[in-house]
């Protein structure tokens, strides 16, 4: 494999060390070699005087990372025993917690498409920038999942019910959404992009960022809030399903109509992921939440059959098990946060240092 065909490129430039997701033709889907290798990189530049600053950017036209590399998870969900996935998803949670503690500006430009494990090594970042081009999402209930990556702790600190929202309809939003909601910090627009990267090389962090800022687009959120906040405020998906058929807004019922898309399941342990993820006081403490339910998904037949649908035979004709919400108990949803003994993630353990 020539350096080219690396997974994960890095190199440095003048005081800002790069790392560049380099699977463009996956969108540069993270694998459990490209975590390791950004992880290893992190190690060394924290130590390494002569870097400032660490930028992180995707290969391609298309987005920084279009999120884990789920099919290998399908695979291991349906032919394997989880292994792997749990050991992918145990070095990425890590990965998550560590970028939102590393002790240098860490500038994750959110060009393009940004989902899933993309949202995870990007927006726990301490300089977070969206550009026109950015659509910015965890869409994993319409795969049979739930939002992972810190995705519940970032989602269930959004203003009002706005991260409720995104987590159950997995909707994709621009750079003034992503912005409102606490995804990102700047909008610079995509032509600036390289001279935001040459002046990181030269400058420190805040002036080189803040000769590119300019005011964002506005988004569609803030004017969405009414029905989004009196909907999503329900204490199950049923009750909100309820609210949002009765309003009077198209959106609300356009909302209505993408969660019965959904996997049931997924919705019901998502929901209470997002509202345990409030009540718990540090990202270490969701990741562990999120590392347990991420492992009993790989049990349950919607993630293999939501991948299935979605992506391998793309025939966007999934069949939940359960197939409806009235079916999943709150039994049901409580085993996805059961304990795993020996095999917990047990960051929360850890210092806030990592030690």
Known sequence: MSAEDEPVLLHTDGRAAHIVLNRPRALNALNHAMVRRVDEALTVWEDDPAVETVVVTGAGERGLCAGGDIRAVHDDARDGDGTASAAFWRDEYRLNARIARYPKPYVAVMDGIVMGGGVGISAHGSVRIVTERSRVAMPETGIGFVPDVG???????????????????GVAVGAGDALLCGLADHYVPSGALPELLADLAVLPVREAVDRHVQPSPEGELAGQREWIDACFAADTVEEILRRLLAHDDPAAKEAAQTLLTRSPSALKTTLAAVRRARRLDTLEAVLDQEFRVSCAFLAHPDLVEGVRAQIIDKDRDPHWSPATLDE?????????????GER???LNLRAPDGS
Not at 328 to 340: G, I
């Open 344 to 346: 917990e993630l047990g």
């Open 328 to 340: 999943v108990t709150d039994a049901d949803v409580e085993r996805f946060f059961a304990p795993l």
């Open 151 to 169: 995705g519940t702790w970032l989602l269930g600190r959004a203003p009002g019910e706005l991260g409720t929202y995104l987590a159950l309809t």
